[in-house]
């Protein structure tokens, strides 16, 4: 079945806004160079939102605050990358050692209508029991896509349950100061993860 339109105009539009951002990244010099993707010369604090998170509580910037966090843009039925990547997730923080406790991993489902809060809290569970989950309506996830760079959008499957979800999948990197700090981007090698992140883990935030 071919995709619609608007999910390669969507994707398209994703891709030049990377690519002027690894421009200006390499223009600026990235204050801290890495072989995983790219660190912004500039932060940018992440604005004010609110997602329903997996264990009752609302999801928001402050529950970016204090820790670095990776954010994973995905969906629980998805067949291959989402589960592909947070098992790799999984490797990767267990090589951090002890650095791991300062990094949080959190899984931001882009499927409101299949991903309830129970349904991802044993999904993401399953990878680490430290993972977080959270999800949110259609206009609150757009709001956040806008603010961080991240696209999504449904593809139609032989049936109105049986859709699929294509969406980024570059790997967001926010500070402890709930600041956009940078992007991860694939394909992923799991020893230049665990060094990239060491680098950044280690220094001042």
Request: net charge neutral; aromatic share 10%.
């Amino acid at each position: 079945m071919k995709k619609p339109w608007l999910v390669w105009t969507l994707l398209a539009g994703f891709a030049a806004l990377a690519g002027v951002a690894a421009s200006l990244a390499v223009l600026h010099q990235p204050r801290s160079p890495i072989r995983s993707g790219t660190l912004l010369d500039k932060r940018r604090p992440v604005k004010e939102f609110s997602l329903a998170g997996t264990d009752g509580q609302a999801y928001t910037r402050a529950s970016l605050s204090g820790h670095w966090t990776v954010l994973y843009i995905g969906y629980t039925y998805c067949p291959d990358v989402c589960p592909t990547t947070l098992a790799l997730l999984k490797t990767v923080q267990a090589g951090l050692g002890t650095d791991a406790a300062k990094l949080q991993v959190s899984f931001i489902s882009i499927d409101p209508e299949r991903d309830t809060p129970e349904r991802l809290a044993q999904y993401v569970h399953y990878f680490n029991p430290a993972f977080s989950a959270a999800t949110g309506s259609n206009a609150q996830l757009d709001s956040l896509g806008a603010d961080l760079g991240f696209v999504y959008a449904k593809v139609p499957g032989a049936t109105p349950q049986s859709y699929l979800m294509d969406h980024s999948s570059a790997l967001i990197l926010i500070d402890p100061q709930a600041r956009l700090a940078g992007y991860l981007t694939p394909p992923f090698k799991t020893a230049d993860l665990i060094a990239d992140l060491k680098t950044i883990l280690e220094q001042p935030s």
